[in-house]
């Protein structure tokens, strides 16, 4: 199936730990997003890359560090996770943003 | 920056039709997306409008009016499975980024 997928769907982790979710797109895209949902739904740009090259970084704690290995994959890894760090976390990529972005599932974190 | 205006709730019958509104400021502009969201669903893109006027796709049609800094989606024949969230999302001047507004939630009832 073509798609873009990102794993866990669900993390459930204690403040202070580290965790990563990795993203993969099989659609040969040149461009993947990060975006965070908050409990109220509003969705929100965390970084974006073109080709392996981070293109945009919006005002996001250096706690946050993603990662592109190849251009199908950007992983986001999170260090001393916080309570406010809970929310839905949605990998996406796009080869033509005016015919839209495709998006994972989701990640569900979960910070206790 | 970006800022972008849509009702947090509307509710609608099975049958009818329903306008959801967007109203967006931003220091650049170079198209209006629109996506739905089930609950526990990831967005999935429904329209794009770069240009004034009305685009149609099936039941959904979308508009766009520069001047006015405003667009809407338009969804006619309403089905209970178009219960959902809709975002309205600008896409900035530069092409290469979306910034979404708040999401109107649409309610179907029977």
């Known amino acids: 199936d073509t798609a873009v997928s990102q794993t866990p769907k669900y993390l459930v982790t204690q403040m202070g730990n580290d965790k990563s979710i990795k993203c993969e797109q099989n659609?040969?895209?040149?461009?993947m997003y990060w975006y965070k949902q908050d409990s109220k739904k509003f969705l929100k740009i965390m970084f974006s890359?073109?080709?392996?090259?981070?293109?945009i970084n919006e005002t996001v704690p250096n706690r946050f560090s993603p990662k592109s290995p190849d251009k199908a994959h950007l992983n986001l890894h999170i260090n001393s996770l916080e309570l406010g760090d809970s929310a839905v976390y949605f990998c996406?990529?796009?080869?033509?943003?005016?015919?839209?972005?495709?998006f994972g599932s989701g990640t569900r974190l979960t910070v206790v | 920056g970006q800022s972008l205006e849509q009702p947090s709730e509307v509710t609608a019958v099975e049958g009818a039709i329903v306008q959801i509104n967007c109203t967006y400021q931003?220091?650049?502009?170079?198209?209006l997306s629109w996506y739905q969201q089930h609950d526990g669903g990831a967005p999935t893109f429904l329209s794009y409008?770069?240009?004034?006027g009305l685009e149609e796709t099936g039941r959904f049609s979308s508009f766009l009016s520069r001047s006015d800094s405003y667009g809407y989606l338009l969804l006619q024949e309403l089905q209970m499975k178009d219960s959902a969230s809709y975002f309205c999302?600008?896409?900035?001047?530069?092409?290469?980024?979306?910034?979404f507004g708040g999401g109107t939630r649409l309610m179907v009832k029977p």
């Open positions: 409008n770069a240009l004034d």
């Open positions: 931003t220091s650049g502009f170079y198209g």
């Open positions: 999302a600008v896409l900035n001047n530069a092409g290469n980024m979306l910034t």
């Open positions: 890359y073109n080709n392996k090259e981070l293109i």
């Open positions: 659609l040969g895209h040149d461009t």
């Open positions: 996406a990529s796009s080869q033509n943003l005016a015919r839209g972005y495709t």
